[in-house]
């Protein structure tokens, strides 16, 4: 592979269970195949460590968001694709880490995975929008708050169910496009349990 810089963040943005951390650890299998040196960034990793302090209330949504935006920041300038998942179902706060990465001079890519509201509860594999159903969870984003979908995500995927394989297609397609990846032909990783889709 040449030496090209292909530092950036490549954003994942959608409603809890949409399929956005499942796609981008599929996208980053795909990056480390093909020797563009990613790492991916979710609830599971930032919320044990770097934002363990926060809770869930609009302003710790928010501080959440803009640290790890500034982390993502640190790894795309390291020349690594930084690939986050995270609901950040406000556009504000999506706008701040976009214009965070401007202001430095990287690339940053907001990804909609579209997948539908009656989708993602019918999956519901931890129990969350049953629980917010019930009153149990107070202000889950798509019941008892509002997700603010991007009004021009650099692309969208999940929308009419597309397998998965599919969505790295596209999204590998984009960042060939973009000069992140090197112009080759991008297949997605093998699935061991069927052909999930988003």
Request: proline content about 5%.
């Amino acid at each position: 592979m040449d030496s090209a810089f292909r530092g950036c963040t490549v954003w994942f943005t959608g409603l809890s269970g949409s399929g956005k951390t499942t796609l981008s650890f599929a996208l980053e299998a795909e990056l480390v195949k093909r020797g563009v040196p990613a790492y991916g960034l979710d609830g599971d990793n930032c919320r044990t460590g770097l934002c363990k302090d926060l809770g869930f209330s609009k302003e710790d949504r928010a501080e959440n968001i803009r640290r790890v935006g500034e982390a993502s920041k640190l790894f795309a300038d390291g020349g690594i694709v930084s690939l986050c998942s995270f609901i950040s179902p406000a556009a504000a706060s999506r706008a701040i880490v976009r214009d965070t990465h401007k202001a430095s001079d990287l690339p940053f890519y907001e990804i909609h995975v579209a997948t539908p509201l009656s989708v993602c509860e019918a999956r519901d594999v931890k129990g969350l929008y049953k629980k917010a159903r019930a009153g149990i969870i107070k202000g889950f984003t798509g019941v008892g708050s509002v997700y603010e979908e991007p009004a021009n995500a650099d692309v969208t995927v999940g929308a009419n169910g597309e397998p998965i394989e599919k969505c790295v297609e596209m999204l590998c397609d984009f960042l060939e496009a973009q000069g992140v990846l090197p112009e080759k032909g991008c297949s997605a990783p093998a699935q061991k349990r069927g052909k999930p889709s988003l």
